[in-house]
T-cell receptor
């Protein structure tokens, strides 16, 4: 089956710790994205990557970092500098950048206490 | 610049009655528009998309949307609601003109009453 996998589904961390969220796709898509979802706010773009070894900041990149060393993988690190990291994180991919549609993974719910 | 406004944060319908979820957009160029659905604690699933072809777009699960340029609207409809339609729906716009970003609406939560 082709698709996007995110792991783990639930993640708990103590404040001050960095944490890395996994995103893998086997759709052979060039572009990948990370979004943050908070209740009542829709989705906000954190980072995106159009091609391997290249990525750009989205609207809310502060406190986050990414890498794109392989076409199928786009991990997101939530650093201790992120002031309010508790949220639902969604990874997506598309064959090309917009206007091509994006396909989403199942999400990771991160809780930091 | 692009933006999208979903006019209702919550819509409640009875099972078997029509569904209307409203979306207005703003775009400097010819936009592409999408509707996605999200069930609780799940990822988003594409319902349908408009990319400058037919203005009436049919999607999955009996949903359709009509692109109205004069009204800058892209409302989502379904003739008869099912219990399984209860979810959150997002209207999304991209102008595609050098922008690699989608702009998401804040979502409309659809409740279906048995």
């Amino acid at each position: 089956d082709g698709g996007i996998t995110q792991s783990p589904k639930y993640l708990f961390r103590k404040e001050g710790q960095n944490v890395t969220l996994s995103c893998e796709q086997n759709l052979n898509h060039d572009a990948m994205y990370w979004y943050r979802q908070d209740p009542g706010q829709g989705l906000r773009l954190i980072y995106y990557s159009q091609i391997v070894n290249d990525f750009q900041k989205g609207d809310i990149a502060e406190g986050y970092s990414v890498s794109r060393e392989k076409k199928e993988s786009f991990p997101l690190t939530v650093t201790s500098a992120q002031k309010n990291p508790t949220a639902f994180y969604l990874c997506a991919s598309s064959i090309r950048p917009p206007p091509y549609e994006q396909y989403f993974g199942p999400g990771t719910r991160l809780t930091v206490t | 610049a692009q933006s999208v406004t979903q006019l209702d944060s919550h819509v409640s319908v009875s099972e078997g009655t029509p569904v209307l979820l409203r979306c207005n957009y703003s775009s400097s160029y010819s936009p592409s528009l999408f509707w996605y659905v999200q069930h609780p604690n799940k990822g988003l699933q594409l319902l349908l998309k408009y990319t400058s072809a037919a203005t009436l777009v049919k999607g999955i699960n009996g949903f359709e949307a009509e692109f109205k340029k004069s009204e800058t609207s892209f409302h989502l409809t379904k003739p008869s609601a099912h219990m399984s339609d209860a979810a959150e729906y997002f209207c999304v716009v991209t102008d595609g003109a050098g922008s690699y970003q989608l702009t998401f609406g804040k979502g409309t939560k659809l409740s279906v009453i048995p």
